[in-house]
């Protein structure tokens, strides 16, 4: 008799545990399920923009390439596309009555949600990122331009196995992105400046990376000169503006704050032109193309070892058997890394994405 009290009391135990269980899971409504399903959903998008942040914040890594390995480039190309002027006029009028059906459809057309929060993600890691990097570059240039030589080396090296540049088009190709990079980066930022038409310039063109996996839109800024500027002043800028929120002067914020639009002016541009362009080039001539800008990451690495030179001049060194060897060592880690990423990834193959 004792036994059968006791399974009774464990059976109704456990009835009530169940029933319990099944009472807390039936009181969530379908609506609050689809709530924590799309929280879910649009933290996994900010998290995935973070990681694409982190890459372009970086020479040699292509925030287009993590894209790519997250499932959602063919997602990020085809909001890029939808936008244009006829739909960014259509949200701009929807705060006036009867235009707001409008404004909603062309958010849904370009797929808005999904674009401000990755958007927000790429722009943590960016302020984050490119903070670390400028600290490095003004205080341990050897190893900051070494690592990215490794970067930019073993990219090039990965990209190249994968064009074909065998007919006298597509040498020719190569040769012009070889030469125009050499003769260029390292002495760009002498030769055009940092006005304000060089910033919207410099956004407009890094932008176009954004549709080219294997492609670093901070080295697009490494071969115009403009990187070290901008990383500069975006650090600089986030700190008028935790100033200002504190009750610091307004001119530090006004004065950074206007590259960093013209910046992002240049970019939004770029969304229009830049990018449409090398599309454009992609769809008549893709492997000359692909030949081109390839041959373009290789002819950049002339710049990592003049910044560096450049560098250890303002700081009143020189090249030392010592300096040369933490840069190679530098290099072979950053080299590493990004051979690393394609054999886990197998994304050498940038024709693929596009």
Same mark, same amino acid.
């Given at each position: ?56 914040? *970086? ?8 894209? +790519? ?71 341990? @240039?050897? /190893? ?22 065998? !007919? ?10 070889? *030469? ?11 030769? +055009?400046?940092?006005?304000? @038409? ?20 901070? #080295?697009?800024?490494?071969? /115009? ?12 800028? %986030?700190?008028? #503006? ?35 362009? %090398?599309?454009?080039? /992609? ?34 060194? !020189? ?36």
């Amino acid at each position: 008799m004792s036994k059968e009290r006791d399974g009774s009391r464990a059976a109704s135990e456990t009835s009530d545990v169940g029933t319990s269980r099944g009472g807390t899971e039936a009181s969530r409504s379908p609506a609050e399920t689809s709530h924590q399903v799309a929280t879910s959903s649009w933290l996994v998008v900010y998290l995935k923009g973070v990681c694409m942040g982190a890459a372009d914040a *970086v020479p040699g890594v292509s925030g287009g390439t993590i894209a +790519l390995v997250t499932g959602i480039y063919e997602r990020l190309i085809a909001a890029i596309t939808a936008v244009s002027p006829a739909r960014i006029r259509a949200v701009l009028l929807g705060i006036l009555p009867g235009h707001r059906d409008d404004a909603a459809d062309a958010l849904r057309a370009v797929d808005a949600g999904f674009l401000v929060v990755l958007g927000a993600g790429i722009a943590t890691a960016i302020v984050t990122v490119t903070r670390i990097v400028h600290t490095g570059i003004e205080t341990m @240039p050897v /190893l900051t331009f070494g690592f990215f030589f490794g970067l930019i080396a073993a990219s090039a090296w990965v990209l190249f196995s994968e064009v074909a540049v065998d !007919t006298p088009a597509r040498a020719a190709a190569a040769v012009a992105g070889f *030469v125009f990079a050499f003769v260029v980066s390292g002495r760009a930022a002498a030769t +055009l400046g940092d006005g304000l @038409p060089v910033t919207v310039l410099a956004g407009a063109i890094s932008v176009s990376a954004m549709i080219l996996p294997g492609i670093s839109g901070s #080295l697009l800024l490494v071969i /115009l000169g403009q990187y070290e500027y901008m990383t500069g002043t975006l650090s600089a800028f %986030v700190d008028a #503006l935790l100033a200002t929120v504190t009750g610091g002067p307004l001119a530090p914020l006004r004065e950074h704050g206007i590259v960093v639009v013209a910046f992002i002016t240049g970019a939004f541009v770029g969304l229009f032109t830049v990018a449409h362009a %090398v599309r454009w080039a /992609l769809t008549r001539a893709r492997t000359a193309t692909l030949a081109f800008l390839v041959a373009l990451i290789v002819g950049a690495l002339r710049a990592p070892v003049v910044r560096t030179g450049e560098q250890l001049t303002e700081l009143g060194r !020189t090249w030392t058997p010592t300096a040369v060897a933490a840069f190679v060592a530098a290099a072979v880690v950053g080299a590493v890394l990004v051979v690393l990423l394609e054999h886990y990834t197998g994304i050498a193959d940038i024709d693929g994405g596009i």
